[in-house]
């Protein structure tokens, strides 16, 4: 039974690796395009990442260890900056998920599960 359990735990991590990998790709091209300012200003998160699916929700900004999933997304600024606080992503897997997603937009949007749990997972 502790098999099968790791094994949705780690599903559904990577379900929500997948969907925050497309929104943070959208979030890149999105900041990079020349017909915009956005690439210094900033865009929304939520005009970006409106259909989460297979996670609960995200957060601009590195994630806590031991913090509790985002319900919802914000429309707080992502940008390109040297600004750590806004060039991170936070994603929040939904439950039996229970690490963290994040994605540097600096780094071309690159995500990575990390070893931060979630509360109560």
Same mark, same amino acid.
């Given at each position: 039974?502790?098999?099968?359990?790791?094994? !949705?735990?780690?599903?559904? *991590?990577? =379900? @929500?690796?997948?969907? %925050?990998?497309? #929104?943070?790709?959208?979030?890149? /091209?999105?900041?990079?395009?020349p017909n915009t300012t956005t690439g210094t200003t900033g865009t929304a998160l939520d !005009?970006?990442?409106?259909? *989460?699916? =297979? @996670?609960?929700?995200? %957060?601009?900004? #590195?994630?806590?260890?031991?913090? /509790?999933?985002?319900?919802?997304?914000?429309?707080?600024?992502?940008?390109?900056?040297?600004?750590?606080?806004?060039?991170?992503?936070?994603?929040?897997?939904?439950?039996?998920?229970?690490?963290?997603?994040?994605?540097?937009?600096?780094?071309?949007?690159?995500?990575?599960?990390?070893?931060?749990?979630?509360?109560?997972?």
């Open positions: 039974m502790p098999a099968y359990q790791n094994y !949705t735990k780690r599903s559904a *991590n990577n =379900a @929500c690796l997948a969907e %925050a990998r497309s #929104a943070s790709g959208q979030v890149v /091209v999105e900041l990079q395009d !005009t970006i990442y409106k259909n *989460n699916s =297979a @996670c609960t929700g995200a %957060a601009v900004g #590195a994630a806590t260890a031991d913090a /509790v999933a985002a319900t919802t997304v914000p429309n707080t600024a992502v940008t390109l900056g040297s600004d750590a606080t806004n060039t991170i992503i936070a994603f929040s897997p939904k439950a039996p998920g229970d690490k963290f997603i994040e994605c540097n937009i600096t780094r071309g949007g690159s995500c990575e599960v990390t070893t931060k749990g979630v509360q109560g997972r």
